[in-house]
């Protein structure tokens, strides 16, 4: 499978890097959550080229990551914003840089810490269930095939077909969810 289908497969991880995975749009996201809104102010910042950081913010308006509002008039100029959707990203970048603060910080420490206001103190993220309240760890969670991917074992089953390993999974059933897209598209018409 090619870089540019990577969104077709029937995986949330996969889905998202199509958004955000390459390597400049995490650190502009990461910048417009410390207040960055401008062009000029990306670049500066980033030391990314001009060209790249266009292709990058338009990528992400149109996935609806963010947003172009108007902050001049003569001539027209944009200020880059986040969406809910964006906003949404805010979890996974603390969650990745408390893994490079854990891993990679060559024993000087963390260059960023966040104070959480509510508390008054010093906070790392972590990722806790949503039931119960516990610290999740993998040894203690499990995957299990969504409804999207049990509709599509059932289908391999009843057809007496083969059920990939689950690491192939999210590939294999590319074909399914677009034949089923299709004729979810068709009954609405």
Request: net charge neutral; proline share 6%; with cysteine.
């Amino acid at each position: 499978m090619k870089w540019e289908n990577i969104d077709s497969q029937v995986c949330s991880v996969a889905r998202a890097l199509s958004i955000v995975g390459e390597r400049w749009t995490l650190l502009i996201i990461r910048d417009a959550f410390k207040g960055t809104r401008r062009f000029d102010e990306f670049c500066r910042n980033l030391g990314v080229t001009r060209h790249r950081l266009a292709e990058r913010l338009n990528g992400l308006v149109e996935a609806g990551v963010m947003t172009r509002v108007p902050y001049c008039d003569r001539p027209v100029r944009y200020e880059y914003r986040l969406t809910r959707m964006g906003l949404g990203l805010y979890p996974v970048l603390m969650t990745l840089g408390n893994w490079g603060d854990t891993w990679l910080d060559k024993g000087q420490g963390p260059p960023t810490e966040y104070w959480h206001a509510g508390c008054g103190k010093l906070s790392k993220p972590q990722i806790s269930c949503s039931e119960c309240g516990e610290s999740l760890r993998p040894e203690e969670v499990s995957a299990r095939p969504g409804p999207i991917m049990q509709a599509y074992i059932q289908s391999l089953l009843e057809a007496g077909a083969t059920v990939p390993p689950e690491a192939a999974l999210p590939a294999a059933a590319v074909e399914f969810t677009l034949l089923r897209d299709n004729e979810q598209s068709e009954t609405k018409s």
